[in-house]
């Protein structure tokens, strides 16, 4: 009976999947530039409508071009945002077990045993001591790669797949490693160092010791192995695919997944829901949509602009929001892929959606070499197909009904 009911619910979630190109122009329209060349951007896109009734569930109708879940794409920073909920998640289940009460301001302390690994012991771009607070703040105001891999390094890659298996959010995802580290083997993520929750006399309350973790066992994607050549940790070039079967990869319906469970924990069954407390809903999607500016440390820094991390509606450009759009969202760039997954609220014209895509720019198929189309086809790509849903769910529910 309980089978059944999951499988009722997982199907009233995700049903009606439909073709993108049944309510947008995709292969002949502003798109074209992009989607004529499917074989070498790898473009997917899924866009879920939302729709509300009163006194009803909440209902998702999903409409996707090439999605392919099996299809490897590299993920980049876009795998913080698990990171993140799992650290808070994490926090709860400490304290239900541990006398000392700990609070994501509470002060963290990280020591290494040495090269490539490092301590963290001052947050120098909150200008504080480290705290998961400002982890999650960091990670989705600028993208901070420290952020991340600091949370990484606290809860281990093991328990961020747990959380998100055990929910329902993965179905074929997998993260492996920390980002934007240089020096790093691939069996340098397997350690992670001792890590301490600190309180106000700077004695310990929680320690984690160091330990080396043992990856689990994971589903291999198809065409793991990308382009002509990469550049090697020794900066030479090497003649041949480069591979990603030891990076990580989440699918954009997963990566959509999770994002679903924390704009709308209420749609989903308790044990597909994450456990985490309002507050910890609210850090979230409050570090999900302020821009850079919002936080005292980053105000002053122009290079980081309202729309950095917000692709569909910047595209790279400097582009001021309006206050009545919300987006809620996690984007990551890396080895010439984008990635953007988005929760659009336009709560003056009463549009709402969730969009995600991504796409692979790089054309001369050499990896790791820093040469990538981002600025002049992949940015303005997620600009034109943000423009083009937005514009076309407006339309639709400005229709008279």
Sequence with gaps: MRIAILFFVISHLCACHKKLDSILDVKEGELKRWTSEQEEFEIQIRFTRIIKSPGKPIKFVSYTYNENEKEYYYPA???????????????NEVNATNKQHITVETPMRFISHGPPHTDFLFDSLAGTVPCVKNFVEEIFSISDNNASNRLFEWLGPRYIDSVM???????????????????????????????SFLDSNNQSLLEV????????????????????????DFDSLVHAPFDFSKKNFISIRDLEGVLKRVIFP???EPQQQFRLTKADYRLLKQAMEQPPRYYDYLKNDTSYYDSYVKFFFGGGKKESLPQHLHILNKVGWAYGYLTDCSYVWDEKLGVEYFLTATIKVNADGIFNDGVYEYESIGLPFFKTLGKCVYESEVKRVSKPK
């Design 77 to 91: 920073s876009t795998i913080k945002m698990p990171v993140a909920i799992a650290a808070l998640q994490k926090l």
């Design 165 to 195: 298996y055990a929910t329902g959010a993965f179905t074929r995802s997998r993260i492996l490693h920390r980002v934007g580290v240089n020096g790093f083997k691939d069996s340098d993520h397997a350690y992670l160092g001792k890590v």
């Design 209 to 232: 010791p160091e330990r080396r973790e043992q990856l689990s066992k994971y589903v291999h994607q198809k065409n793991e192995k990308k382009g002509i050549g990469y550049i090697n």
């Design 266 to 268: 209420e749609a989903f």
